[in-house]
């Protein structure tokens, strides 16, 4: 197995850009956690802002107007720096470096203190666009409190009242105006509707076109013509566990078409445009034949297009005890990178565990799907950084600030971190979150956001 492969879960796959960032920063007891729950709307519950507690949540999924972003709250961290005004401006600093905008939150009944101006400073030295929101502005007689903060030259003070709702639409209003140009477009994902889309994989004579037989019966198969792709490719409709499946670009594998193509030109130029149109792909193996070195690259690229991934192993039938030992080693010697996709062993012929194909490719599209929630995966990391830190680099200890998962199908991570995470501790995190999370027959794709 080459290289390539090795780090092909990790590095590779279409990225997805994170949500936008906004830090929320500010000196304790202005009221950050009352204006973090009023934008979350209280759907993950914050604990409260006890001095000298450390928070156990710092990132949380938020939304105005439908544009959605990050919400961070930066109160837990580097508490070991000694003085408020330190400490504050310590945290300022990470989150300008962290987020795309800066929410400084300021208590307008108080008036300007050290701390802020501490924030100021390092918010000033930043590009960072920062929203200032005046806190504690609980009705009209505040008011002229909040135009005071004008004095700290870091723009317009939005007076609010985190604690009953005031102003905050205004606040937010600016807080998304602020957003990169492309983050503000990144809608939601469009919605596929339709069929799940299947990918039939293999290099020639492991059996694709016996089993898409079993499968769907040359008869009552219904061609779906697809305009604008490949010229001839043919979809197939085919209900399998009483749900319709299409099956991608099936013309390679039928015979009738293949006569025209050779099969050979379907294993290397057709598996690339069918894995594009497919959310899930089956890759089919001949276990009377030495696992080869086609079927392993036909793995990879399911792995780098960054799809589902069911493994099934053909033509059980004719394998006899020896031959199954030897083929057991194999699979964990080659497919050992991609253990995590589930497996069925059948024979196309006999039909032998034809049952099991159906839920396989269930289980693989349910993990590609799969989305844990900024908090609750925050949560999580906190636990396991805590258990096992990163390693030391270069005399430095990077730490995790937070994560988010920026994108489903497949799952894409997001670490924003102070220091670059070797592939070993990302691939740590890789297992750890298949283990605790799941993500069966999926590929992960997880990026660093370095902050130094
Ligand atoms: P394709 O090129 O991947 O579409 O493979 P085919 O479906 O054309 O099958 C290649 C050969 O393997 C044919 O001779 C099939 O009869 C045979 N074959 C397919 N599936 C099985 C199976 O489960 N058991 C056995 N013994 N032979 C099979």
């Known amino acids: 197995m080459n290289d390539d492969f090795e780090n092909a879960d990790i590095g590779t796959g279409g990225e997805t850009a994170p949500l936008p960032v906004v830090a929320v920063v500010g000196r304790p007891n202005v009221g950050k956690s009352s204006l973090v729950n009023r934008i979350i709307g209280r759907r993950e519950?914050?604990?409260?802002?006890?001095?000298?507690?450390t928070r156990d949540r710092v990132a949380y999924d938020a939304e105005w107007?439908?544009?959605?972003?990050?919400?961070?709250?930066t109160g837990g961290w580097e508490t070991s720096v000694s003085g408020l005004a330190a400490m504050v401006a310590r945290q300022a600093e990470y989150a300008a470096q962290t987020a795309d905008v800066v929410l400084f939150v300021v208590d307008a009944t108080v008036g300007i203190t050290d701390a802020d101006e501490a924030v100021t400073r390092v918010l000033r030295a930043t590009n960072r666009p920062v929203v200032l929101a005046a806190n504690k502005v609980d009705g009209s007689m505040q008011e002229s409190d909040a135009l005071e903060l004008w004095n700290l030259g870091v723009g317009?003070?939005?007076?609010?009242?985190?604690?009953?709702?005031?102003?905050?639409?205004?606040?937010l209003d600016a807080v998304v105006a602020a957003f990169p140009e492309q983050a503000r477009e990144a809608e939601a994902p469009e919605t596929e509707d339709?069929?799940?889309?299947?990918?039939?994989?293999?290099?020639?004579?492991?059996?694709?076109?016996?089993?898409?037989?079993?499968?769907?019966?040359?008869?009552?198969?219904?061609?779906?013509?697809?305009?604008?792709?490949?010229?001839?490719?043919?979809?197939?409709?085919?209900?399998?566990?009483?749900?319709?499946?299409?099956?991608?670009?099936?013309?390679?594998?039928?015979r009738r078409f293949r006569a025209l193509q050779g099969a050979d030109y379907y294993a290397t130029m057709r598996t690339g445009t069918a894995l594009e149109r497919a959310e899930v792909a089956v890759v089919l193996m001949d276990v009377s034949e030495p696992l080869a070195?086609?079927?392993?690259?036909v793995v990879e690229q399911v792995v780098e297009a960054g799809r589902g991934l069911v493994l099934a192993f053909n033509k059980w039938d004719i394998l006899d005890e020896e031959r199954r030992i030897y083929l057991e080693k194999e699979i964990d010697r080659q497919l050992a990178r991609v253990a995590w996709a589930p497996r069925v062993n059948i024979s196309a012929r006999t039909g032998r565990h034809m049952e099991k194909l159906v839920p396989a490719i269930e289980t693989s599209l349910a993990g590609w799907s799969q989305r844990i929630p900024t908090g609750q995966l925050n949560n999580w990391l906190k636990e396991l950084v805590a258990a096992t830190p990163p390693p030391v680099r270069g005399g430095k200890q990077p730490k995790i600030l937070f994560a988010t998962q920026a994108g489903a199908k497949p799952p894409q991570f997001v670490l924003f971190t102070t220091g670059f995470l070797?592939?070993?501790?990302?691939?740590?995190?890789?297992?750890?979150?298949r283990e605790d999370f799941g993500f069966?027959?999926?590929?992960?794709?997880?990026?660093?956001?370095?902050?130094e």
């Open 45 to 53: 519950a914050v604990v409260e802002d006890v001095p000298g507690v």
């Open 156 to 171: 317009e003070p939005y007076p609010i009242s985190a604690l009953h709702g005031r102003g905050t639409g205004d606040l």
């Open 440 to 451: 069966e027959g999926s590929p992960i794709h997880i990026s660093m956001r370095i902050r």
């Open 65 to 73: 107007q439908s544009t959605q972003f990050t919400l961070v709250d």
């Open 194 to 254: 339709g069929p799940p889309r299947v990918a039939l994989l293999g290099r020639p004579n492991v059996g694709k076109s016996s089993l898409l037989n079993r499968l769907a019966g040359e008869d009552r198969v219904v061609v779906d013509s697809v305009a604008g792709t490949t010229r001839d490719a043919v979809d197939e409709l085919i209900e399998l566990g009483g749900k319709t499946w299409k099956f991608i670009d099936t013309a390679g594998i039928r």
């Open 422 to 433: 070797e592939d070993n501790y990302r691939r740590f995190i890789e297992r750890r979150l």
């Open 293 to 297: 070195e086609q079927d392993i690259r």
